[in-house]
């Protein structure tokens, strides 16, 4: 079994290590410019159109994390008929609730009012949110909006989700398609983007669908910087109808010096870190599928690059 690999910014050596343990005896190599040898599977992130274009040969190409928009914007530079398939979690599941957790937790507790007194020296009472009215919002009920709703429903906060197509989660008040955003969006006090970035999801948390949000909302994005329209959030929170944001993802990264993000004390920066992919669980998950696939089995992740998911 001939293996290709490319993996943008990544280790190779690293990744080598760990597929080569996951997959005994198979033959893996680095991709490099002119490579055209025959491969029966490609793991790829971030791959240049060049590694795929033309290919006839490959089984697969399985992306190494769980958002594919980066591979999908290679268009007709991917193999036709070749399925692209993607990690179901691998770990990053639980490292995404706990982000999330972390930051609607630290609004909410007003942790971040609290260490701006530390700064002055006072001890002062910060009046509590009201819980019930402190309705929380998924905008995406995939894998990992659903294992942010379970680490969620712990602390019994109201929970919206809005997904595409409709779906039934216990516990959760469940909108979907685009009747749906509009009472979902008013209903959500926090609202927490983890959608797929497709055409249809580009810029959708813009000036018209943020205002929407209740006067006050905070804002959590852990999906993809081109969801947000960076000046539309900047301008609202300047106009205090959103408190602040938690952003873990930006359109370009690493977020320059210059950007106004910086200068913004509402808004938490972090360098797109909510969840990283896991090397060894990634490299057991897809050793796992390619047996599968070996046996003529069908398997989980293959995604549906007309829906970009």
């Known amino acids: 079994m001939d293996i290709l690999f490319h993996a943008t910014g990544a280790n190779p050596e690293a990744w080598l290590s760990a597929f080569q343990q996951a997959i005994p005896g198979a033959s893996i190599r ?73 930051a609607v937790l630290r609004y909410f507790r007003r942790l971040d009012a609290y260490a701006l007194q530390n700064t002055d020296q006072l001890w002062r009472f910060l009046k509590p949110f009201d819980k019930q009215s402190f309705s929380i919002g998924v905008l995406g009920l995939g ?36 009747d749906g955003l509009d009472g979902f969006l008013r209903a959500s006090r926090v609202l927490v983007a983890i959608l797929p970035l497709t055409p249809e999801t580009e810029d959708i948390l813009n000036c018209e669908n943020l205002a929407k949000l209740p006067r006050g909302a905070y804002v959590i994005n852990v999906a993809r910087g081109a969801h947000l329209v960076e000046a539309d959030l900047l301008a609202l929170i300047q106009q205090q109808h959103i408190a602040g944001a938690t952003l873990d993802v930006f359109r370009e990264e690493p977020l320059p010096p210059v950007h106004p993000f910086w200068q913004e004390p509402r808004i938490s920066i972090t360098p797109h ?24 089995l069908a398997i989980s992740g293959l995604v549906d690059q007309h829906r970009g998911y």
């Open 30 to 102: 680095v991709w490099q410019e002119g490579d055209t040898a025959p491969a029966d599977y490609a793991l790829v992130w971030k791959p240049p159109a060049a590694m795929l274009r033309g290919r006839t040969d490959l089984k697969a190409i399985f992306n190494l994390g769980a958002g594919v928009d980066a591979i999908l914007q290679l268009g007709d530079a991917l193999p036709p008929g070749v399925p692209v398939i993607r990690l179901d979690d691998a770990g990053m599941g639980i490292q995404m609730a706990e982000f999330v957790a972390h």
């Open 143 to 178: 894998v990992l909006g659903q294992r942010i709703i379970e680490a969620l429903r712990q602390f019994d906060f109201p929970l919206n989700g809005w997904s595409r197509t409709p779906k039934d989660l216990p516990g959760v008040h469940c909108y979907s398609g685009q």
């Open 273 to 296: 870190i909510s969840a990283l992919t896991l090397r060894d669980d990634s490299a057991r998950q897809i050793a796992a599928k390619i047996q599968m696939l070996q046996a003529g």
